[in-house]
């Protein structure tokens, strides 16, 4: 399966703290937990790891079938966006929604699904499969 973005933000996260620990960085310079918050990154981590399931579970899915669990997990993204951002925390910027995106891109074709063609059957723009759900 594709390598959950909400990892990456934990690794980073993890890297600075030891490099903050090992007086390799200043305080000043640390960002990582206020761009990726712990709440942040469980609760993606959990909608992410349903979203997986899901996608498991299908077997000779219809169209229909997988976008229902994009939108599942596009909702449940937009809940915790939503969620931070009326908390004053940071929600997912722009690197972050890339990297949502191409992860559920990357975990449908890692599954079989030809997004391409998924897309092009239900005119939906290339690249935009999650476009039809996200706020974020």
């Known amino acids: 399966m594709a390598r959950r973005p909400s990892d990456e933000w934990q690794q980073k ?12 960085r200043s305080p000043v310079d ?3 937990t206020v761009l ?17 399931s899901e996608l498991r579970a299908l077997r000779s899915p219809a169209d229909e ?9 596009v909702l ?15 929600g997912y910027e722009t690197g ?3 990297e ?5 891109d990357a975990s449908l ?15 939906i723009d290339r690249g935009e499969l999650a476009g039809q759900w996200r706020d974020w």
């Open 13 to 24: 996260v993890d890297e600075e703290a030891a490099e903050l620990a090992r007086g390799a």
């Open 30 to 32: 640390a960002h990582a």
């Open 36 to 52: 990726w918050p712990k709440s942040l990154r469980t609760q993606t981590d959990a909608a992410l790891a349903a979203f997986e």
């Open 65 to 73: 079938d997988v976008l229902a669990v994009v939108e599942r997990v």
């Open 76 to 90: 449940a993204l937009n809940e915790i966006n939503e969620r931070h951002v009326s908390n004053g925390l940071i």
């Open 96 to 98: 972050e929604r890339e």
């Open 100 to 104: 949502l995106c191409a992860y559920i």
């Open 109 to 123: 074709a890692e599954s079989g699904i030809d997004v391409e063609a998924l897309e092009a059957r239900n005119g």
